[in-house]
């Protein structure tokens, strides 16, 4: 009898913990639906240029004269447009702007249900996770750009879900937990830049949280663990720039980089 009055109680908790957390992921679509309604009713779905240019790579892979990965270009990173690629391919969603949105809205849906859990795991709140969400989901700009075929709702993604899994390790020591933040990591890498000094961040983080253990092959392992898909990613865009374009750094110093402009 004992058992049974413990263990109610626990499951109630988790049930009630569960329906939390699906409640605030289907407000985060809703409203990430509502402004995809609102960019598409306002023509604002290509606003931008930018948009416009990642959904034409993302389609030419496909559809050119020389169909092939190596229309993916250089400079802008790799992921966003193959995350496209199966979107673009319907010519509705590709002429539209849509397929960006349906994108966007994935990387939204993401990176909220990766916030909520994290807030809700560091503070053991509910109601502080609730903020957090609200921060993010009632910020303008960040549902716009999510309606968008921009490369920022991949990194928003990817990013707020490598923190969750590096705190879900710095908390319990479970390795499966560090490749998940590797391989997300590695996404961010492949996103944009930025992922790459976010990597180099998660880097010393895990090294420093690995020097408590006073254990130097322990330490090591966490950071190589963190580090394998990561580095892998970096190896394989300067090698593909190597191949392509013939200089490894032509995405920093070639004719369309930052640098050349």
Wanted: glycine share 8%.
């Amino acid at each position: 009898m004992s058992h049974r009055w413990t263990y109610a109680p626990a499951r109630r908790s988790w049930l009630s913990q569960r329906q939390s957390f699906l409640l605030a992921l289907g407000c985060a679509v809703v409203l990430q639906l509502a402004a995809i309604v609102w960019s598409a009713h306002n023509d604002m779905l290509l606003a931008y240029g930018d948009a416009q240019s990642h959904l034409e790579i993302a389609r030419r892979v496909f559809d050119s004269r020389t169909p092939s990965f190596a229309q993916l270009g250089t400079v802008w990173l790799p992921v966003p447009h193959l995350l496209l690629m199966p979107f673009v391919y319907i010519d509705p969603l590709w002429h539209s702007g849509l397929a960006g949105s349906l994108v966007g809205l994935v990387c939204l849906a993401g990176a909220a249900a990766w916030l909520f859990l994290l807030v809700r795991e560091v503070t053991r709140r509910d109601v502080a996770a609730w903020i957090a969400l609200g921060i993010l989901v009632t910020n303008p700009n960040v549902l716009y750009v999510c309606t968008t075929a921009l490369t920022e709702p991949v990194l928003l993604a990817t990013m707020t879900g490598a923190t969750y899994y590096l705190y879900r390790w710095g908390r319990d020591g479970r390795y499966p937990h560090l490749m998940a933040a590797g391989l997300l990591t590695a996404l961010a890498i492949g996103s944009r830049y930025d992922g790459w000094f976010y990597a180099a961040a998660g880097a010393a983080c895990v090294a420093v949280a690995a020097l408590g253990t006073r254990s130097v092959a322990r330490g090591e392992a966490a950071v190589l663990t963190y580090l394998a898909v990561p580095a892998y990613t970096m190896f394989l865009w300067i090698l593909y720039n190597w191949l392509i374009f013939g200089d490894p750094l032509a995405f920093q110093r070639g004719e369309h980089s930052a640098q050349a402009q």
